[in-house]
Every structure is written in C-alpha cells, then in structure tokens.
C-alpha cells in the first residue's frame, strides 16, 4: 500500500506492507526525509496529533490502525525539535524529487551544537563562561521510559532529548525562568532561525544626530523618537544562581549590622561558571565582599565616592575575579533573646523596593554582558543584586534578584523614579520641554478578567524582577584565607565601629602569624586592598606577585616577597614608628592635613606623624 507522509517540508509517497510493523514505518520515513532525529510522532490528525499518534513499536502492524491505501499522515516534532538540516528557499519538497544527500558528520555537529542566530560583530570578546557554554547542545537527556519498546540504540518521544528550554521540564524542576542561552537556543529554533531576532537594549531617550531636523527641535521627530513600551515579565535570566564560597564571607559582612544595627552595602567580587542545575545555566560564584565609603542608617544606605575602585578593580582583576553584583542588608531585630529579625519584604510588601529596582538597572547598565548577537555589542547584564533580609520564619535570609532589561534601561535614561508613599509602585516621568519620555504601558486584568493596557503612572515595580537563587556551597571554598582563631584584618570604611585601617592595626595584624605563614597573612582580600594604597612604599608596583604567591599557595614564594626592599622597608617603619602608638599632642597630617590626638599615624591616611 502507498501512504502519502506531510511534513513542513512538503510531502511524500512511501510504499510498504501493510503487514508491516509500526517501527518499520518509522524507519522508512526518517530515511526518506533525511531526518535529523527520531523526536517525532506520525498522526492521523495534525490538530490532535496525541489523539491520533501512530505509535512506534513492533508489535502492532500498519493494518490495525485502519490506514487505507493513499491516505494522509501527518509527521509533528516532539519538543520544537528540529527535524531538517536547513530551511529550502520557501519551495516544498518534489514528491518525485531523489532522496537528499546526507550532510557529512562535520556539518552535522555545527547543526546539532550551539547557538543557530548568526553573530552580529564578530569582534566582540564575550565572557568565558558564554564562550563555553556556547559549543554546548544543552539538550537534556532522558532514560528509557517503562514503555519503550525499541531497541537500545534507538529514540521514540518518550525517551528522546529535550531542548534546553522545555516549559515542561522546566515546571516539573520548579525553575521559574529558562537560562538567557536557552532563550538563545529557543530564537535559534524557529523556521527563520532567528534571522529577524532582535537582541538590542532599548532606547528611552531620541536619537541624537538626526539629519531631518535641527538639534535644538523639541520632542524630536518620528526617525529619532523612541516608540512606546510596553512592560513584560522577562521569561529568561543572564544569571541562574549566586553562590557565596564559603559562609564566613556574609558572616564577616553582617558583623557591622550587628554591632550597630545600621544597614550595609557592598560590592560583590568572584567570576561566572556554568551552572549544572539549570539547562546552559550560568552560576556566579562570590569570593569577597568589599565595602565601598558610604553612610549607614538604621533605615537606609547612601554610597559615597571610592577613591580606591580602580585599586581594588586592579587587586580583584589580578585574581581573575570582577564585579559580579552587589549585596544589601534590610534587617531589623525582632526578639533580641531569640535572634529574629522582621520579615517586611513578601508577596503582601514588596520584594524591592522602586527605589531599589532603579539603583539596580543603573549598576545592571553600568556592566554590561558582552554578547556578539546584539549589534551594539552587549545586551543586558550579569549583574546581581543579593538582600539580606528577614523571610517568613524571622531568620536571617538572602534573596537574589536582577531586574529585567527593560528596567535597566528605563533606569539608564532617567525615566523611572520611585514613588513618594509606595515602595511598590514606580513612576515613569512626565515628558518635559527639555526631555522626551516615550509612552511607557504595563498590563493587568480588570475585574471581569479582561487584561487591558495602562499607563505606567504608576506601576507594580514586580513586573521589573526577575529572581535569582542564593546559596552556599555544602563543601566550603577559600580563594582567600580564613582565620579560625584570632583576628581577621579589618574591614574597610569601618572607623565608625572602631575597625580602622592604619599602621597599628597592621602591625597587631601581623604579630598573629609565624615569619614562616606569611602566605596565611597576605592571602585577605581587605589586607591586600589596604597595603597596596599605602604611600609610604611602593608596594603597589610590586604586588602583582605576591598576588601570584597567594593564586599557587606558594609560602616560600611568599616568604621571598616579604624579604624584597617594598615589604621590608615597611616593616622596619613598624618596628620604628609603630611600637607604642600613643601621644597627648594634637598634630596634623602633612598627608592629608587631617588632624590627630592621641597616636603617632593619622587616623585618616594612615601616614606615620614623622
């Protein structure tokens, strides 16, 4: 009997026995059509494909599904799987037309892994972690289901690999948001392979340069004005996990908040790995936690200017690490006795405030990810944003975010600000004479469940998130070192609580460790901070290989750095000027003209006072 086979491809007349198994059938259509896999179902019905399914296997023959000579079947892929090797010119294929040549294994592999959108610049040098995970398939791999009935070399849909971004596999793993690749994949996947994908940030304020009219023109023209937005839950995240290396790295963070109860920021430092529980997922992994100048509050932070970024940027680059979020505390005490804090911030609050979802894009906007699909060469952020807060129990808890794309941009361009009286609710400007605002939408349902269209004047700031996870590994990691007795060197911007960077600490410091466990001394991120940025000797130009001593866990190179003339200038000044820090006479810094009571080096500087 002849059976007439429609694919997306066009159709095909294939000759068997009615006799024939159900498997043969199969075999002869995936030969026929040069498919890829065998991830599809033959059906009656192409709009009730599960219904109709014509299944696999040998122990039914084609006559006991009815089939009559002549009649239509249907081929549907399982999960969007891709079935041809490429898209035809919009020709179906010729009945009459020879069976197509098979790709070589070579092209095969380029079909088969990887991401199918063509690179916009080609120029661009993405984060490692990207450049890996992008030779990866990503497919999720299943074993033989109960009801299998091929053999063991073979697939059918119960069996066969998913697609990274499988809604179903991703529900049943309780994973709210696919990974950005996945999405990557997901463009990849469609007729156009993503030919027409768009992977640009968007743009809030008119085009400058436009030729059609003068600079000074108010509002701009249709060419160079921005079109209207409408806000959207963002389905995928750049970052699916933020791990902290090891628990004394928060410990030693929320040491501040306990001592006074005021809130604390800081910058978060580590790199990007994959990250195996999500399909092409990307984990960042934090290994410190600097704490940039900045006022605390019992109700707020505010940062200030940090004279020493670009040296802890240089410091953490050295190790290969970069700033990879930011960390917040929100934390007010419940019970002292019991140790429970308030928990203010759930599904009935907020989860960050507007306020916080704007300081958020700006830092998002300001590390951009790297990304050669998009044609201004980057597109969204690995930027996290990490809270401490109180959860439902009334412990202390850590919750992650980012914000979507379209925030980072609304945030970017000044056109979002928070509101008076909801930290809920964010407010998109009002257009001015000076600045364009575009029409700003969001989406809710009425109360006849009708979803309708509103002006973001306001808005829930909810539709702006996306969550990201925050963990703990169950096996501990230490880039630096953590000391388990005595005292770790003091933290940075902490003089308020009495935790002072200067010569004297430094040398209490120090007194904790043989000559010989230098290397246990140097290897803290705030130590390195303090020592390079001191002026006394250059040690700056030389700490690149101390550096190099802490990354191989090197003592002896260590030991020999510690005896070259930068170090041991220094700690003959220790010995000289640092033994008895104590005077009753006022004096002023000739450093930073700050003036002293009561010790031989400044307060502020750390410069020695002769």
Known sequence: MIL?????????????????????????????????????????????????EIKSTTSRDIKSYSLKNGELLFIVPVNNVTLFESVSNGEAMDVSAPKPVQPSVQNVSKLSVGIALPPVKKNVLED??????????????????????????????????????????????????MSFHASLRKLGSTADRGKYAQLDDIMCTLKPGCPNHPPDLEGGCPRCRPGAITLNRQPYRHVDNVEFENPQIVERFLNYWRITGNQRAGHLYGWYKPHKDVPLGIKAVVAAIYEPPQQNRREGIKFLDDPMEETVNTIAKEFGLQRVGWIFTDLVTEDPQKGTVKNFRNKETFFLSAQECILAGKLQAKHPNPCKYSSEGRFGSKFTTVCVTGDENHQVHMEGYQVSNQCMSLARDNVLIPTRDAPELGYVREPEKNRYVPDVFYKEKDEYGNEISKIARPFPVEYLLVDVPVATPLEPVYTFHVLQQGSSFPVENRSDIGETQDLMSLQSYLKQFEPGHFL????????LVYITSIDLVPIKENIKHLIDAIKAKDMLQAYHWREEQPWATLEQLLQENVTGLTSSDEWTC???TYINQGRLVCDMCGYPKD
């Not at 199969?26 to 065998?38: A, N, P, Q, R, T």
């Not at 073979?154 to 994973?175: G, M, Q, T, W």
């Not at 246990?520 to 130590?527: K, L, N, V, Y």
């Open 590 to 592: 000739k450093q930073c």
């Open 128 to 177: 490692e972690v990207d450049r890996t995970l992008e030779h990866e398939t990503g497919r999720i791999e299943r074993g033989r289901d109960a009801f299998c009935q091929h053999g063991t070399n073979s697939r059918c849909v119960r069996c066969s690999a998913l697609e990274p971004f499988d809604e179903k596999y991703l529900a049943e793993h309780n994973i709210k948001h």
């Open 4 to 52: 007439r086979i429609q694919t997306s491809e066009g159709t095909k007349r294939i000759e068997i026995d009615s006799d024939a198994s159900t498997k043969k059938l199969y075999e002869m259509v995936y030969d026929s059509f040069g498919l890829k896999s065998f991830s599809f179902m033959i059906c009656k019905d192409r709009r009730s494909p599960e219904s109709s």
């Open 520 to 527: 246990e001394a140097a290897s803290d991120f705030h130590f």
